[in-house]
């Protein structure tokens, strides 16, 4: 989809978006006066959502959900689409990186989503040929990124900025960002057709190890601590406030995802594979799986603290308008869920 084309329908999208908020949402409103409700989620087929992963395949969202909610699923390949998804009250929350989520709070006036948790931590960076050593190896180069303004797309243009590097929304300056899905990236990574890409996990350990490419940046390696989302948990707001309940049983089943992939690693990475295997056709090497894992660190907390820096970056490259996130985040529903389960509490 072209970058024209983006803008034109973003208010289109937006309004949809508005209005279903406004009315409750059809889907949503119609299931809260039976008392039923369907809750529609989205994640990616990527270990950085493995969370996602783990709680639909195991059963344990739809466990903590309770028989009163019908668990529905759909899965993307990168933040905005899903954000478009959510505006056209097509979801009521998804699993999706900071910057779409930074995104579509400033595209509603605040109004449409918030963000009630983390996800994880770590888990993305630039490969590139073997022949490219540095920043100005890349000058006159094509690189890829999942999507214009997803968490990965503001990353790599903010590092070649700080660089001396410029680009465009629409793939010119210095370095062509080409906006393409994570499995079309491998193949034209393989191909010569890109000289890299900046993609979450399991697609970094894929492009180094079946593109026989070469990491260049570690993304932790620009963040104090190494500490950085790469993915978040948003909720559309009317649906927050339609079913308060059914979000704090989600969140349940969130947290309990979370402990259940720190303290069965082995166990989450074969639940995560083997789900990512029937979304998309074909298991990861567990070669893959076993160099991806490494770099995640699997929380519920949204370190709100770096959420002010990607709106930043995104403000720096030109992606977004500017850095309010007054009331993005509301961790209230998360803290209870913790104190309920004896854990301590999170900062929004």
Known sequence: ?????????????????????????????????????????????????????????????TKDLGSNVTLQTKTFNAGPAAVEALFSNSLDITYVGPNPAINAFQKSNGQAVRLIAGATSGGAGLVVKPSINGPADLK?????????????DVALRNWLKKNGLNTTAEGGGDVQILPQDNAQTLDTFKSGQIDGAWVPEPWTSRLVIDGKGKLLVNE???????????????????????????????L?????????????????????????????????????????????????????????????????????????????????????????????????
């Open 140 to 152: 006159g180069k094509k690189l890829a990124s999942p999507q214009l303004g997803n968490t990965q």
């Open 1 to 61: 989809m072209g970058v024209s084309h983006l803008r034109r329908l973003a208010p289109v999208v937006l309004a949809m978006g508005l209005v279903a908020a406004a009315c409750g949402g059809g889907d949503s409103s119609s299931a809260k006066s039976s008392g039923h409700v369907d809750l529609r989620l989205g994640y990616f087929p990527n270990l950085t959502h493995a969370t996602a992963l783990v709680g639909v395949a195991n059963g344990i969202f």
């Open 220 to 250: 932790a390696s620009v963040w104090p601590d190494g500490k950085f989302l790469t993915t978040t948990v948003i909720v559309r707001t009317q649906f927050l406030k339609d079913h308060p309940d059914v979000v704090k049983n989600f």
């Open 252 to 348: 349940k089943g969130h947290v309990e995802a979370t402990n259940y992939i720190n303290s069965h690693p082995a166990e989450a990475q074969q639940a995560a594979n083997q789900a990512i295997a029937q979304l998309t056709g074909k298991a990861l090497a567990a070669q893959v799986v076993q160099s991806a894992w490494k770099d995640l660190t699997f929380t519920w907390d949204p370190l709100a603290s770096t959420l002010r820096e990607e709106a930043t970056d995104a403000q720096t490259v030109g992606l977004l308008n500017n850095t309010n996130l007054k009331g993005l985040v509301d961790v209230a529903p998360l803290n209870s869920v913790l104190k309920a389960d004896g854990k301590g509490s999170v900062s929004g």
